[in-house]
C-alpha cells in the first residue's frame, strides 16, 4: 500500500516549457487535491477533484489545468511554466466525507524550478 | 473569505521546554479542524484532529490541542518537546460539508539538545 505517490520529485524548466506531474493514489479515495506550498504562505489550494470525471478551482488555478480521468490518478499541468510558478507542489487524497473527518492524505511533493 | 492565522511563524525552544502553538480561524459556523506536521524534507502527516465531542483532543507523539469555539481557537501543546518535533506545522480548518481544506502560514519549530 503506497499510499499517495508524485512524479517526478524534481524538474527545472525553463519559461515557457510545459510538464504534468502525476499523482497516484492507492487507497481508493474519491477526493484528490494540488497544492502548491511557498515560503512563509503555507498550503494554497490549485485544483481540486470530488470524484472521477470531475474537477473544480482551489485559491490560485491560474496557469494550470488538470485532469482526473481514473479515479486513482490526478495530474496537473502546466502549459507555459512562469518563474513564479517555482514551488513545491503537494498532492493529496482523502475518502468521501463521513466519520473520516475528511483528512487528507499527502504525497511526498514535487520540487518544480522554473528558470 | 474565511482564514486561518498562525501567529506564531518561528519557535525556537530548548530540549524539555513546553510548546504551545496558536491557531484561530474565521468563521461563526461549525468546523473541522486538523493540526499537521512536515519534518524537515518529508510530506505533511497528521498530528491530531476535531471532528466532535470532546474539544480536548490528543494525537500522536504526545500532542494535543484544545478547540476553543468561543475564542475561534484550536492551539497546537506539548508539554515537553524534543529535538526530534523540529519541524513545521500547520493549522487547517475545513469549513462543514464542504470539501476543502484551509491552512494557515505554518509554524517553524527549532528545538536545541
Known amino acids: 500500500n503506497a499510499g499517495v505517490t508524485q512524479t517526478p520529485k524534481f524538474r527545472v524548466l525553463k519559461t515557457g516549457q510545459s510538464m504534468t506531474l502525476l499523482c497516484a493514489q492507492d487507497?481508493?479515495?474519491?477526493?484528490m487535491y494540488w497544492y502548491r506550498q511557498d515560503p512563509g504562505m503555507g498550503l494554497r489550494l490549485i485544483h481540486y477533484?470530488?470524484?472521477?470525471?470531475?474537477?473544480a478551482k482551489g485559491e490560485v488555478p491560474d496557469g494550470y489545468n488538470v485532469s482526473r480521468l481514473k479515479k486513482q490518478n490526478f495530474l496537473l499541468g502546466l502549459e507555459s511554466a512562469a518563474p513564479s510558478q517555482t514551488s513545491v507542489y503537494f498532492c493529496?487524497?482523502?475518502?468521501?466525507?463521513?466519520?473520516?473527518?475528511?483528512?487528507?492524505?499527502f504525497g511526498p511533493g514535487t520540487r518544480l524550478t522554473v528558470t | 473569505a474565511q482564514s486561518v492565522s498562525q501567529h506564531n511563524h518561528h519557535v525556537i525552544l530548548s530540549e524539555a521546554a513546553s510548546l504551545e502553538l496558536g491557531c484561530n480561524y474565521s468563521?461563526?459556523?461549525?468546523?473541522?479542524l486538523f493540526w499537521y506536521v512536515q519534518y524537515p524534507g518529508q510530506h505533511l502527516q497528521l498530528l491530531l484532529k476535531y471532528f466532535s465531542g470532546d474539544p480536548l483532543v490528543k494525537g500522536i507523539k504526545g500532542f494535543e490541542a484544545e478547540f476553543i469555539k468561543s475564542k475561534f481557537s484550536f492551539n497546537l501543546r506539548k508539554p515537553s518537546v524534543q529535538w526530534s518535533d523540529t519541524a513545521e506545522y500547520f493549522c487547517a480548518v475545513r469549513i462543514y460539508n464542504t470539501d476543502k481544506l484551509i491552512f494557515g502560514t505554518g509554524t517553524r519549530l527549532q528545538v536545541f539538545p
Open positions: 487507497m481508493n479515495h474519491e477526493y
Open positions: 477533484s470530488v470524484g472521477e470525471g470531475t474537477t
Open positions: 493529496a487524497s482523502s475518502p468521501q466525507d463521513g466519520l473520516a473527518g475528511h483528512e487528507q492524505y
Open positions: 468563521y461563526g459556523g461549525t468546523v473541522n
